[in-house]
Every structure is written in structure tokens, then in C-alpha cells.
T-cell receptor, first 115, second 110 residues
């Protein structure tokens, strides 16, 4: 149980384009999902907290207009990187917490490369 | 001072040895403590989850939390080459964002 999937696993795009990443909880309902970014050999940095049916809460320094988050249902959250630039190239990982639980279960991550 | 301190390693031990991984923290409000294992280019996998102080054992893994010292540990017995990964400690106050350590890169030498 507690499986989280992400799609796509890898994406390469041109500078200026937008990229959408999906995060799904496969066998549980998640009222809260989290989006992280991880640079090589560094730890995870929380970007935003996403609650189903409400606006996401962004961490300091994260541009909400650039990183659009939609938590449309209890099993799906999406992160859209708008007008991506090479400095946005990173490993993006989502996590989900079961309703009433405290653990976070992570997806396999999406590697974004912006040319 | 970071909220959570973790030695990044790298740490190399021979197969079969006991591995000890540790984190210290400064926020006394933390009460949920987790250990994650992350293989290269993969998402973190939850290994152990502990609430407040005490010990928890799961197979070859034992997690210890000492809130009075603000110190948590993960022990791996009979280490295997497949245990080679980065181990991340994480903690939270309530059901909210996790604060991660930097991760310790572990290599088990056959």
C-alpha cells in the first residue's frame, strides 16, 4: 500500500515552454500533497503544500506564478512549470499524506531538463 | 545553525557490519521522526516512522529517538550491498511539512 506515482518520469523541453507533472496516490486518498525540488547531491527542498480543493501554500522564494499547482481531487495533484528555463532543470518529487495520517509517501520523481 | 544536522558522509562499511546513522535537531517542537532511503535518481522510500521518544524495530532496522538530547539514530544490522543508498532523516511538528537532513551517502562493500 501507500503507492505514489508521478508522470512523466523524465522530460526534456525547450526554454520558454511549459511542463506539467502529475502526482497520483494510487491506493489511498491524500488530502495533502507536497512538491519538492532536489538538486544533485542535495536534500529535498519543499516548494509548496497542496490541499485538495484549496490554493497551494508556497514556501518563501518559490514563485507561485511560475510553479502552478492544482490539487483537483483526493488522488491527483499537478505541478506546471511555466516558461521553463535551464535553471529550472532539477528533480521534482511529490509526496502525499493519507487522510488522518502523518507519514509522507513519495513518488519516484520527475527529472526535468530544460535546454 | 540548520534545524536538522546530518553528516553527509560518504560512509563506507563492509558487508555484514552494523551501520549507525544519526541526526541532531534544534527545534524541540518536533515530535514525528522519519528515516527515508533514497536510491540514485529515485524518490525517497519511507523506512521508519516514530512518534516522540523511544525505539522502533523493523527487521534489520532500528530507529531511536532521544528527545531530551534532540538526537535520532537509525541502525542497520547485517548490512547488505543493497542497503547502499542515501539515508535522509526527516521530522515534523504536526501533520505538515517535513524538515529534512542533508542525507548520508552509505556504501556497503561486499
Amino acid at each position: 500500500g501507500a503507492v505514489v506515482s508521478q508522470h512523466p518520469s523524465r522530460v526534456i523541453c525547450k526554454s520558454g515552454t511549459s511542463v506539467k507533472i502529475e502526482c497520483r496516490s494510487l491506493d489511498f486518498q491524500a488530502t495533502t500533497m507536497f512538491w519538492y525540488r532536489q538538486f544533485p547531491k542535495q536534500s529535498l527542498m519543499l516548494m509548496a503544500t497542496s490541499n485538495e480543493g484549496s490554493k497551494a501554500t508556497y514556501e518563501q522564494g518559490v514563485e507561485k506564478d511560475k510553479f502552478l499547482i492544482n490539487h483537483a481531487s483526493l488522488t491527483l495533484s499537478t505541478l506546471t512549470v511555466t516558461s521553463a528555463h535551464p535553471e529550472d532543470s532539477s528533480f521534482y518529487i511529490c509526496s502525499a499524506s493519507p487522510a488522518g495520517g502523518n507519514e509522507q509517501f513519495f513518488g519516484p520523481g520527475t527529472r526535468l531538463t530544460v535546454l | 545553525q540548520k534545524e536538522v544536522e546530518q553528516d553527509p558522509g560518504p560512509l563506507s562499511v563492509p558487508e555484514g557490519a552494523i551501520v549507525s546513522l544519526n541526526c541532531t535537531y534544534s527545534n524541540s517542537a518536533f515530535q514525528y521522526f522519519m528515516w527515508y532511503r533514497q536510491y540514485s535518481r529515485k524518490g525517497p522510500e519511507l523506512l521508519m516512522y516514530t512518534y516522540s521518544s523511544g525505539n522502533k524495530e523493523d527487521g534489520r532496522f532500528t530507529a531511536q529517538v532521544d528527545k531530551s538530547s534532540k538526537y535520532i539514530s537509525l541502525f542497520i544490522r547485517d548490512s547488505q550491498p543493497s542497503d547502499s543508498a542515501t539515508y535522509l532523516c526527516a521530522m515534523s511538528v504536526m501533520r505538515e511539512k517535513l524538515t529534512f537532513g542533508t542525507g548520508t551517502r552509505l556504501t556497503i562493500i561486499p
